[in-house]
T-cell receptor, first 115, second 111 residues
Framework: DAGVTQSPTHLIKTRGQQVTLRCSPI?????VSWYQQVLGQGPQFIFQ???????GRGNFPDRFSARQFPNYSSELNVNALLLGDSALYLC??????????????FGSGTRLTVV | SQQGEEDPQALSIQEGENATMNCSYK?????LQWYRQNSGRGLVHLIL?????REKHSGRLRVTLDTSKKSSSLLITASRAADTASYFC???????????FGKGTMLLVSP
């Protein structure tokens, strides 16, 4: 079975541009969460979607948005990129909306560099 | 914001030695999880311990949880060079479905 797949692997964008990151969860998993990991820090929660509905949102500006499609894949959009948006963006999938009993499965991430 | 704080920030040991990492957190939790990250790539789930559990084992991993002190420790026994990675604790807060991560411990295991 394929794990969580994210695309692209690496991305370089210019300040002010917009970017779309993609994530395909493990087959059968209905929940997708997005995390931002700045160099030297732990991941920070951005969004969670379950059954195509937003279930949670972290402390990020409105420039960040996401959606989940009927096949449970997800996109993360970031508008008006800032240098500080440079980070590793991680997608995590899970069967249920919570991780009370099981941990999340993470993808390998998209490394975004804003210049 | 970061919930957990791992200690030490970095740890360097020889193969065969044990490695102990600690994590402290601030608010009440549903469970605490440990993840490993190699070279800034994806996170791998290692072990989950619920708030009503005190100790858990998985292979060479041993995790303890002390909710009165709001702390946890991860012990890796008989370490191998392949254990070289960053290790993060993450808490699942009561009533929420999101994980809050600490800043991590970088473990270097030398042959």
């Amino acid at each position: 079975d394929a794990g969580v797949t994210q695309s692209p692997t690496h991305l370089i964008k210019t300040r002010g541009q917009q970017v779309t990151l993609r994530c395909s969860p493990i087959s059968g998993h209905k929940s997708v969460s997005w995390y931002q990991q700045v160099l030297g820090q732990g991941p920070q929660f951005i969004f969670q979607y379950y059954e195509k509905e937003e279930r949670g949102r972290g402390n990020f500006p409105d420039r960040f948005s996401a959606r989940q499609f009927p096949n449970y894949s997800s996109e993360l959009n970031v508008n008006a990129l800032l240098l500080g948006d440079s980070a590793l963006y991680l997608c995590a999938s899970s069967l249920a909306w919570d991780s009370v009993n099981y941990g999340y499965t993470f993808g390998s991430g998209t490394r975004l560099t804003v210049v | 914001s970061q919930q957990g704080e791992e200690d030490p920030q970095a740890l360097s040991i020889q193969e065969g030695e044990n490695a102990t990492m600690n994590c402290s957190y601030k608010t009440s939790i549903n469970n605490l999880q440990w993840y490993r990250q190699n070279s800034g790539r994806g996170l791998v789930h290692l072990i989950l311990i619920r708030s009503n559990e005190r100790e858990k084992h998985s292979g060479r991993l041993r995790v303890t949880l002390d909710t009165s002190k709001k702390s946890s420790s991860l012990l890796i026994t008989a370490s191998r060079a392949a254990d070289t990675a960053s290790y993060f604790c993450a808490t699942l807060n009561s009533g929420y479905s999101t994980l809050t991560f600490g800043k991590g411990t970088m473990l270097l295991v030398s042959p």
